[in-house]
């Protein structure tokens, strides 16, 4: 785990940098580069602390990773009421401006069944059940409901053989 300790770089000036906890003190050698930080400007200037707060995270980012960062904004998003200013960065992050150098995707994992597909097999094995009890259950009447479902919901009957396989 990592955390944020302040050093003093000038009289007005503070050097911000991420450090590792040992034992649950900082350890002597800050990771990544620091940031020098106008203290007076950051208490009265949003744009500025939110420009701050933007590269300390990045920061983070390049220290720890992909997924720890995915980690740590998730349980900051989580919390009851998140930091609006967390919720701003993410925001840009996710919709970034072209100076920008730092954005979020929403990827969808390539491999799994998506929730659409599997509410539309649910669909359509229901609507096949339907019609084999109002039809009966005799050898051969299952080709005529799946034609008859498949037509229904505007796809093929192969897909409806498929979604009553399907678990």
């Not at 994992?109 to 669909?123: E, F, H």
């Not at 094995?125 to 009966?136: F, L, N, P, T, Y």
């Amino acid at each position: 785990m990592t955390k944020q300790q302040k050093t003093e770089c000038a009289d007005e000036l503070y050097e911000l940098s991420w450090f590792r906890l040992v034992n649950g003190m900082p350890s002597p050698p800050p990771l990544g580069r620091s940031v020098c930080v106008d203290y007076g400007r950051m208490a009265t200037d949003p744009a500025y602390k939110a420009a701050v707060c933007a590269a300390l995270i990045e920061q983070l980012y390049e220290i720890e990773g992909s997924a720890f960062f995915a980690r740590f904004l998730a349980e900051r998003l989580r919390e009851p009421s998140p930091d609006r200013a967390l919720l701003d960065m993410v925001a840009s992050y996710l919709e970034p401006q072209s100076n920008e150098s730092f954005r979020l995707e929403a990827v969808r994992p390539r491999d799994g069944r998506s929730l659409t597909k599997s509410i539309n097999d649910i669909a359509l094995k229901r609507a096949v059940a339907e019609g084999r009890r109002a039809i009966g259950n005799k050898h051969g009447r299952l080709k005529k409901v799946v034609k008859k479902v498949a037509e229904q919901f505007g796809v093929s009957m192969a897909t409806v053989r498929k979604a009553i396989r399907s678990k």
